[in-house]
């Protein structure tokens, strides 16, 4: 959700759902090769870096450079610098890891190569999360987290509509500083059904969140968002649950759960005018494989897309999981589709009423 956090930038993001092109990064590489010398035995797969790189190392890309031979070089992956090098045809990656929203926009900007499923089998994939131009390759959770300091099990919000009410701790709540999934929590804690939530109304939940803004402390990224709930500077925060996880595990006096949780998910693409689609797809489906995607989940705590992965993580690991039997149930997912068409108009009003 940035370089650290699963995801692009806030600006990033806002830039390429409006169609923003140029900027360009040098790609760093994994192992001992770099970009310039990408040959028929390296490709490039580029992600956000941070620890969901580190989960793709491990997860991943050790495991095709075994079984292939072929070298993994990595780098970053902003999308001004995909459009450019595909409007160019100079196109130098060869798969892009990126949030799934922003892959839904790219798609319909014609900027990636259709996903091949003769190659991808998607056959056990969970419903909804493999489309023409991108196939989602985690899960991840949007959740309400707490500070075990302030509150008690007894005022833990249950729902976001509790999260909203000032009854519940009386003290600040952290909010990520973004439309996308802010709005979707709004709506829920304004009486939306989940499964109601598409199309976004934006004037109700922008009026849901004039209710408390006075008394909300805004986020811009993951880390931030777990430093500010575990110093206590929030009683309770909105934040992704991988997030919460990791300070919780250390002893840190943070907890979550995933009641009303919006899922979110990250993306396998291919850019349009790779240098060999077909071995980019055969990746893909390498990635997307039961085996593969349970290691994953072992290395960071979001959850397997590939439903068969479930019978090979362990309990203790399954009960963190977003997709888990579980937690899955407790949640909802993110319409990526709706963001990629009317994302920069609900972005421009949302950034334009934060400053009202």
């Known amino acids: ?24 990064a040098a790609l760093a590489a994994y192992g001992r090769a770099d970009i310039a010398r990408a040959s ?6 580029v992600s956000s870096g941070g620890k969901l790189e580190e989960a793709f190392i491990e997860a991943y890309y050790k495991p095709w450079t075994a079984k292939t031979g072929i070298e993994i070089l990595t ?33 319909r900007q014609g900027l990636l190569e259709p996903i091949d499923y003769s190659i991808v089998d998607r056959s056990d994939m969970i419903d909804g ?19 075990t300091t302030h509150l008690k099990p007894a005022a833990v919000p249950q729902s976001w509509a509790e999260f909203w009410d000032f009854g519940r701790f009386g003290e600040q709540r952290g909010l990520l500083k ?11 804690a304004d009486g939306v059904p989940p499964a109601q939530l598409y199309p976004l109304d934006v004037d109700r939940a922008l009026r849901s969140l004039d209710r408390i803004k006075p008394r909300t402390d805004w986020w811009s990224s993951g880390a931030q968002g777990a430093q500010i709930l575990i110093d206590g500077d929030v009683a309770a925060a909105m934040e992704w649950s991988g997030r ?11 907890d979550f759960h995933f009641n009303q949780a919006l899922f979110t998910c ?14 980019s797809m055969e990746f893909i489906a390498f990635a997307m494989q039961p085996d593969r995607q349970a290691a994953y989940s072992h290395y960071i705590p979001y959850g397997p ?52």
């Open 129 to 147: 999360l493999t489309h023409q131009y991108f196939i989602s390759s985690d899960v991840a959770g949007t959740v309400i987290s707490w500070n």
């Open 1 to 24: 959700m940035h370089s650290n956090d699963r995801r692009p930038d806030r600006i990033t993001r806002r830039s390429v759902l409006r169609g923003a092109v140029g900027g360009s």
């Open 178 to 188: 973004r439309a996308d999934q802010t709005l979707e929590i709004a709506l829920m």
């Open 266 to 279: 990250d993306s396998w693409v291919v850019p349009k005018g790779a240098r060999d689609v077909r071995r």
């Open 305 to 356: 897309v590939n439903k068969k992965a479930l019978a090979l993580i362990e309990p203790a690991v399954l009960a963190k999981l977003p997709s888990s039997p579980q937690n899955f149930p407790k949640g909802v997912f993110e319409n990526f589709d709706w963001w990629a068409e009317n994302g920069a108009q609900t972005i421009a009003r949302f950034n334009t009423w934060l400053q009202g």
């Open 75 to 107: 780098g970053p992956n902003p999308p001004a610098k995909l459009k450019a090098m595909v409007e160019a045809n100079s196109v130098e990656w060869d798969v892009m890891q990126v949030d799934s929203t922003i892959a839904a926009t790219l798609g």
């Open 40 to 45: 028929p035995s390296s490709m490039v797969i």
């Open 244 to 254: 919460v996880d990791e300070p919780k595990g250390r002893g840190a006096p943070v």
